[in-house]
């Protein structure tokens, strides 16, 4: 069956700009994640949701960044003035109620800040 | 709290000899672990998890690893290396059952030689 899907696959912007990446998970896994890897570094936990609501949005590393997921499938990771730091691969993960501590990756969305 | 160390960013070994990465972890709870592949331009992809049954678990391709909680280690190992093993391979821990967070190592690239 389908997989985690991300798009875009990349994305550059400029400094300063806003950018919105989306992860569309496994059809009927109730709970999504996204983690961030650097160049040379595994991924960072950011956000979670389970269904609609973010369970737990400690790694989010500044109010720069928000994720929504209003109808508990799509999510959009939105960054806000966005930094050259910011420049990473971007990962969606999702898993089902009944198998939670198994994570399924989409392929990642490479974000470049200029 | 948890947190992964990778022994070892790179690893070189020989086609057929044995593939050994080295995984220790640190946990304040009893842990689930995991390994993770991730192939150029892909997303990572399970190889194979403890989740407190078997300390000797088998995962895909060949692989599997040993869960020593004397020594906080989940090595991962591979009798005989192919060259379709070459990639770059991630140990993570999360907090065990239910929907956690996974919190990543650092990575190890692992080159097989014809």
């Known amino acids: 069956g389908a997989g985690v899907s991300q798009t875009p696959s990349n994305k550059v912007t400029e400094k300063g700009k806003y950018v919105e990446l989306r992860c569309d998970p496994i059809?009927?896994?109730?709970?999504l994640y996204w983690y961030r890897q650097s160049l040379g570094q595994g991924p960072e936990f950011l956000i979670y949701?389970?269904?609609?609501?973010?369970?737990?949005d400690s790694g989010l590393p500044n109010d720069r960044f928000f994720a929504v997921r209003p109808e508990g499938s799509v999510s959009t990771l939105k960054i806000q003035r966005t930094e050259r730091g910011d420049s990473a691969v971007y990962l969606c993960a999702s898993s089902t109620r009944d198998s939670p501590d198994t994570q399924y990756f989409g392929p990642g969305t490479r974000l470049t800040v200029l | 709290a948890q947190s992964v160390t990778q022994l070892g960013s790179h690893v070189s070994v020989s086609e057929g000899a044995l593939v050994l990465l080295r995984c220790n972890y640190s946990s304040s709870v009893p842990p689930y672990l995991f390994w993770y592949v991730q192939y150029p331009n892909q997303g990572l992809q399970l190889l194979l998890k403890y989740t407190s049954a078997a300390t000797l678990v088998e995962g895909i391709n060949g692989f599997e690893a040993e869960f020593k909680k004397s020594e906080t280690s989940f090595h991962l190992t591979k009798p005989s290396a192919h060259m379709s093993d070459a990639a770059e391979y991630f140990c993570a821990v999360s907090g065990g059952s239910g929907n956690t967070p996974l919190v990543f190592g650092k990575g190890t690239r692992l080159s097989v030689i014809a």
């Open positions: 059809s009927g896994h109730t709970a």
């Open positions: 949701f389970q269904g609609t609501g973010a369970a737990d």
